[in-house]
């Protein structure tokens, strides 16, 4: 009996698809992903909790978007059972999440849980990339569809310890370095010019055999634009919904008065802000990005680093909420206004590679959102957490107020 797929559809219709009913349940998974990751951060944000998360989370990321890819590219041949077999992956990964924290940072040592997410990153990757067809070269993100950066994870199940956390950060690294140095256009001329050679040897050895046919041909498949700006733009939604889930969560516990009130609007309005420039005023969950101005492989970057600062700014938030007026201690305030600035750079940096902002926009942006988040890092020291929170729905609201009266900026696609 064959997989079933997702509802077929006409290849001139492919400019209209929407993510399907599968796609979304897929994505579901990363609701599960930013609620384990807040153990990470949650109890004493330090430089190696920090690394940790980041290793984690870009790790999670990778595996998100083998099978959103696929999906993408697939269309209407999307094998269902193929997304949730992925779903059930990252669902392991998920879960081990707080055990690998513990582990590490509690200096437990127990190995359990580091191997479990190990086996279960591998056989994740291994199996979402396997799902292109044979002879298919994704152009813009080949990544997914090799495994070198898998080796170092393969090696890191018989390492105790530490090391197990270096190997991971190599294989990562790796990935990284892949999609910063190799376009699917130079992978596809290097395995097509291989296949010729061979054959070309194969005909010399025997010249009496049959030449038609002989050489195999690989085709470069590129993503649906409009889908692919879709899935990146839920995803952030999702991110941002489990960040209002984490407030919400964290207000539920906490004493009731007019300062959670205050801090929970606030967390509130920082939040549906971020949504605002994302979605509302931004294109695929990036803020000030336009739509058709940088490569799919540039957004998927920024993507990646824009959902993992929403995600840290969850865990600042609630953890806010948690300790009501009390000052935040120099890592938490760094934190939530490290992660904020990184999120207003990240819209600077798209608002420019899109040319969707002017010389005025670009230093208004960096002032209010950039600098001003810095200088609350460097100089509240005793500033309680929910004046922080305030401060930071202030920058938010008075970037979305700007977006509202300002005409857009005319740029070349």
């Known amino acids: 009996m064959s997989d079933p797929i997702i509802a077929d559809e006409p290849e001139d219709t492919r400019i209209d698809r929407h993510a399907s009913w599968a796609e979304l349940f897929f994505d579901l998974v990363a609701v599960a992903g930013v609620a384990a990751l807040a153990h990470v951060l949650g109890s004493e944000p330090d430089l190696a909790a920090l690394g940790l998360y980041a290793l984690l989370f870009l790790s999670f990321w990778l595996s998100w978007t083998t099978f959103m890819l696929y999906g993408n590219v697939a269309a209407g041949k999307t094998r269902v059972i193929r997304l949730m077999i992925g779903m059930f992956g990252l669902g392991v990964m998920v879960a081990s999440v707080p055990g690998v924290a513990h582990s590490l940072l509690g200096h437990d040592g127990d190995p359990r849980p580091l191997t479990v997410f190990s086996i279960a990153y591998i056989a994740t990757r291994v199996y979402g990339s396997r799902a292109w067809r044979r002879g298919e070269v994704l152009l813009d993100f080949p990544v997914v569809q090799y495994s070198t950066g898998l080796l170092p994870w393969t090696a890191s199940?018989?390492?105790?310890?530490?090391?197990?956390?270096?190997?991971?950060?190599?294989?990562?690294?790796?990935?990284?370095?892949?999609?910063l140095v190799v376009s699917g256009d130079k992978i596809l001329k290097q395995i097509q010019s291989r296949f010729t050679a061979q054959a070309t040897t194969r005909r010399r050895r025997r010249p009496d055999a049959r030449s038609d046919g002989d050489v195999p041909v690989i085709h470069g498949v590129s993503v649906d634009p409009v889908h692919f700006s879709e899935r990146l733009g839920l995803f952030v939604i999702i991110v941002l919904g489990e960040s209002v889930v984490q407030v919400i969560g964290a207000a539920a516990d906490a004493h009731y008065d007019i300062g959670l009130l205050a801090t929970g609007i606030a967390s509130f309005v920082l939040l549906a802000g971020m949504f605002g420039l994302s979605v509302v005023f931004g294109y695929a969950g990036l803020p000030h990005l336009r739509a058709g101005r940088i490569p799919a492989r540039a957004a998927l970057g920024l993507h990646c680093l824009v959902t993992g600062v929403v995600a840290t700014v969850a865990v600042s938030l609630s953890s806010v909420v948690k300790h009501g007026s009390d000052s935040l201690p120099e890592q938490g305030r760094w934190l939530l206004c490290g992660a904020v600035a990184t999120y207003f750079a990240l819209g600077v940096v798209t608002g420019v590679a899109s040319h969707s902002s002017d010389l005025q926009?670009?230093?208004?942006?960096?002032?209010?959102?950039?600098?001003?988040?810095?200088?609350?890092?460097?100089?509240?020291?005793?500033?309680?957490?929910?004046?922080?929170?305030?401060?930071?729905?202030?920058?938010?609201?008075?970037?979305?107020?700007?977006?509202?009266?300002?005409?857009?900026?005319?740029?070349?696609?």
Do not use: N, Y
Request: a positive charge; zero cysteines.
């Open 157 to 179: 199940i018989w390492v105790d310890g530490q090391w197990k956390l270096v190997l991971w950060a190599v294989g990562i690294g790796l990935d990284l370095l892949l999609v």
């Open 361 to 413: 926009r670009t230093i208004s942006r960096i002032i209010t959102g950039i600098v001003i988040p810095l200088l609350l890092g460097l100089l509240a020291t005793d500033a309680a957490g929910r004046t922080l929170v305030v401060w930071m729905a202030l920058v938010v609201l008075a970037h979305l107020w700007f977006e509202r009266r300002l005409a857009p900026v005319q740029g070349h696609a």
